[in-house]
């Protein structure tokens, strides 16, 4: 689990690179917030797609390999995209990126569910070294692109190649694990466990909250920077305090869901996640000054407490699709968010993006009543359910 979290992080600064490179595009290219914002959307787009796609492939198929070169392909697409001015070019590099970030996902769920066999906090610890990719992403972009500009950004591939030797070496552990398990001697057998029914009600519920989740998260991550330098009058160093602030609150957080679930149980635990997030994202949009940094923090942890435990959730909801099941938590519905991110730059263009982020405070009440009628897995509906 060590390993695959490692290689987690490595993955996930991609993910968080793309939102820490919108403000270096801004002031080098003089985007506007639509066109910046579409440089999220072109990470998100192909990935919301394919993501999936790769999660029902693993179902029929189990291809590890997958691990290290789609760290590979996602450091590239970031690394080029600060190559060269065109605008065109940078989408695609973006998309490239994406792309390896989806095919990452959803076999390294079921590789680390396998590992984790089955803890809430052993998958929360997998979840946490992609929050640290994401906290450290804006250190990492703004350590190199402040310095040597947007034409330094191939120096961004080195997370990437850590990243797949970290995957092979995790692999081959996995592997060894197994290989020891099967030369053990086994004891008496009967007959083998039988799989539970998909529930893919619940998981369309679910579903439906993280899609919410990940609207607030994409929103916050493209323009929180730009936002609180603008709200604080400070300079680009406040906006990437604010932006790590976001990344790194979503690390403490992670572990927190899983060591709560454990306590008391993943429906409650997500569903106070959401409710506190409301209050959170309004503090955000509507308290000026410093104790702005103070709402960022608490959003990242009511966005990333429930995060592991979408993961688990939507695999016990869909037992016989796995794959299926953490292409759609871990990439559908969390890529989803990239969608609305061009919306909210024309908004920010037009208005305000004060006026633009405001919509946001509403979203996580809406997963709370998409989460309200939910039950844990497997579990007989009551009176209360």
């Known amino acids: 689990m060590p390993l695959l979290s490692l290689g987690h992080a490595c993955v996930d ?14 002031a080098e290219r003089a ?14 787009l192909l990935s919301s797609v394919v993501q999936p796609l790769f999660g029902a492939l693993t179902d029929k198929w189990a291809m590890p390999w997958l691990l290290p070169v789609s760290t590979l392909v996602g450091g590239a697409g970031v690394a080029l995209a600060g190559v060269g001015g065109n605008y065109a070019l940078t989408l695609l590099a973006v998309a490239v990126s994406g792309i390896g970030v989806a095919a990452y996902h959803p076999e390294a769920a079921r590789v680390a569910r396998q590992a984790s066999r089955g803890s809430h906090t052993a998958m929360s610890w997998f979840s946490l070294g992609g929050n640290v990719g994401f906290a450290a992403a804006p250190l990492l972009v703004s350590a190199v692109i402040a310095t040597g500009g ?10 990437a190649l850590a990243g797949a030797v970290l995957c092979v070496a995790a692999l081959r552990s996995v592997r060894a694990r197994e290989a020891a398990a099967e030369g053990a001697p086994q004891g ?8 539970a029914e998909d529930d893919w ?15 607030v998260f994409t929103g916050l991550s493209t323009f929180i920077a730009l936002y609180v330098r603008e709200r604080t009058g400070g300079g680009a160093a406040a906006g990437t305090v604010a932006l790590f602030v976001l990344y790194v609150g979503g690390a403490v957080g992670t572990v927190a869901g899983g060591r709560l679930a454990a306590r008391y149980g993943r429906i409650p635990v997500v569903r106070w996640s959401y409710a506190s997030t409301v209050l959170a994202v309004a503090g955000v949009v509507l308290v000026p000054g410093p104790l702005l940094y103070v709402f960022v923090a608490l959003v990242s942890a009511g966005l990333y407490v429930p995060f592991s435990l979408h993961i688990t959730l939507g695999q016990d909801y869909l037992p016989r699709r796995m794959g299926t099941a953490s292409g759609v938590t871990l990439g559908l519905t ?9 919306l909210i730059g024309a908004v920010a263009d037009a208005a305000s993006l004060r006026v633009a982020l405001a919509p946001l405070i509403a979203l996580p009440a ?3 009543l998409l989460l309200r009628t939910l039950r844990e897995p497997g579990a007989e ?3 209360d359910s």
């Open 150 to 159: 947007l034409r330094a950004s191939p120096l961004l591939v080195i997370p």
């Open 366 to 368: 809406l997963g709370w």
């Open 201 to 215: 009600p619940s998981f369309i519920k679910l579903s439906g909250a993280v899609v919410c989740r990940s609207i």
């Open 188 to 195: 008496p057998k009967g007959a083998p466990a039988p799989v």
């Open 334 to 342: 969390v890529s989803i968010g990239g969608l609305a991110s061009p």
């Open 13 to 26: 600064i991609y993910q968080g690179a793309v939102a820490a490179l919108v403000p270096f595009f801004v």
């Open 381 to 383: 509906a009551g009176p």
């Open 31 to 44: 985007y506007t917030y639509a066109a910046a914002s579409g440089i999220v959307l072109a990470a998100s």
